[in-house]
Structures are given as C-alpha cells and as structure tokens.
Nanobody
Framework: QIRLVESGGGLVQPGGSLRLSCAAS????????MGWYRQAPGKEREWVAT???????LYADTVKGRFTISRDNAKSTLFLQMNSLKPEDTAVYYC?????????WGQGAQVAVSS
C-alpha cells in the first residue's frame, strides 16, 4: 500500500512563493513517476506537473515558468516549488502516483493566494 502525505500549504499574497512536499512510503519511490494535481473550489481536479523516474518534467501551460517539480529519491519526497503565485492558483494540491494499475492520492494541501 502506497501512502502519500502532502505538507507546506498555506496562505500567501499574490506574487509570493510556497513549496509543497509529498512524503511517499510503501513503494520503491525512485522507480515511480510522480505528479501534482490541484482542485479549485467548484472546479474539476486538473493536472499541474509530472516528473518521471528519470527526472523528465512536464508542466501545464498555466504554471509553466512559475512552478518547478522535483524529487529527492533518497528521502522518498516529491516537491512543488511555486513562485509568482496568482489568485487563480488557489486550490487543494494533491500528489499522486500509480503502481500496479492503481492510482494513489495524498490527502491534499490547501493553497490560498489572496491579498
């Protein structure tokens, strides 16, 4: 059973930065493709970024150039560095991975961008 636990959310002013972390357990982390999704109030969950086991990164157009996904395989931890935050980035952020055909999600971290 894979367990994912996010941390690092909070309230930040527009233009500010936050870094989310996702601690993973229950699998060989370094072999997994990991990702971040987010869900804003009243909207569907949307993909934000992905990082493969080899370190290749992909980003949604809405966050490209502002967000950076990274991983520390030694600590089985996924990160999302979020800079130049905008009010429209307000959402619950989820880390995710799949293994043996199953999709796993963390409990989510709330990010609120407001002045």
């Amino acid at each position: 059973q894979i367990r994912l636990v996010e941390s690092g959310g909070g309230l930040v002013q527009p233009g500010g930065s936050l870094r989310l972390s996702c601690a993973a357990s229950g699998s060989i982390f370094r072999l997994n493709t990991m990702g971040w999704y987010r869900q804003a109030p009243g909207k569907e969950r949307e993909w934000v970024a992905t990082i493969t086991s080899g370190g290749t990164t992909l980003y949604a157009d809405t966050v490209k150039g502002r967000f950076t996904i990274s991983r520390d395989n030694a600590k089985s931890t996924l990160f999302l560095q979020m800079n130049s935050l905008k009010p429209e980035d307000t959402a619950v952020y989820y880390c995710t991975t799949s293994n043996s055909g199953n999709r796993y999600w963390g409990q989510g971290a709330q990010v609120a961008v407001s002045s």
